[in-house]
């Protein structure tokens, strides 16, 4: 059983159910979507759903303290930010769970996502790239050499230990700006290969390929499913696409 977080309010709300319908067409029922609702509108439309797939989380039963006071201090994208590692963390510690995939609610899986997960499940911890184009390669100083988009982390002491740090440090310091090394919550991604060695590095091409990336690449078209170079593309990263 797979289980999958993410986090949303209304706004985005049709891209976080895009997301859920593209993994659940490959996985069937063999996955739990955790979805963290900032808004009583989503968690309610949500409910309404009564997708067996889905479970539902509201801020009340996911705030600490450490949280409702930094929240004064951030704005919505920041706080967003702040919740997404702290959100793994909760259902890591909360929920008796193997392990657990945060993603950006701007995803759409167009393969399954079990070629990736073949990859990392004998890792306790594992992340992606941003994997820059050659023009864009000069956003790695700033955006950091690593995604936020999909990160892996096993419920055991390995995986706890990278994910609290996460967790630790965006309570700390998570702001829409870079400043001193570091970016929202994704800049401290940088410091996971330092500080915890075991970190697996998401090989696959067709894995958060994305508009600051697919200039690198050789899409087509072979049987009616889309090829980054020669693998599958398994997800795309809708970065700032707006209806």
């Known amino acids: 059983m797979y289980n999958f977080c993410i986090q949303f309010d209304k706004n985005y709300l049709t891209r ?10 490959f996985l069937n029922n063999n996955f739990v979507f955790w979805i963290l609702c900032f808004d009583d509108i989503s968690y309610q439309i949500l409910l309404k759903l009564d997708e067996p797939e889905i479970k539902l989380i509201k ?7 450490d ?6 201090q951030r704005t919505f994208v920041e706080y967003a930010w702040t919740c997404s590692s702290n959100l793994m963390l909760f259902l890591l510690e909360k929920k008796n769970i193997d392990s657990i995939i945060y993603l950006d609610s701007d995803l759409y899986f167009f393969n399954s996502p079990e070629n990736i997960l073949n990859e990392i499940e004998k890792e306790s911890l594992a992340i992606v790239g941003h994997n820059y184009s050659k023009e864009r390669k000069y956003l790695e100083k700033i955006a950091g050499k690593f995604n936020v988009s999909f990160v892996y982390a096993k419920n055991n002491l390995e995986g706890r230990q990278a994910i609290k ?7 700390e310091w998570c702001y829409d700006r870079y400043e001193n090394d570091k970016f929202g ?8 290969p330092e500080l915890f060695p075991y970190v697996y590095i ?9 508009p600051w990336n697919i200039n690198s690449y050789e899409i087509s078209l072979k049987n009616g499913k889309v090829y980054v170079d020669d693998q599958p593309l398994i997800f795309y990263h809708f970065h700032r696409f707006y209806l």
């Open 16 to 25: 976080g159910l895009a997301l859920f319908y593209s993994l659940k067409k």
């Open 59 to 65: 801020l009340d039963e996911f705030e600490n303290e």
């Open 67 to 72: 949280l409702k006071r930094v929240k004064k």
């Open 165 to 171: 740090w996460w967790a630790e440090k965006v309570i």
């Open 185 to 192: 919550d994704q800049k401290y991604l940088d410091k996971f």
């Open 202 to 210: 998401i090989k696959n091409k067709g894995s958060n390929v994305a």
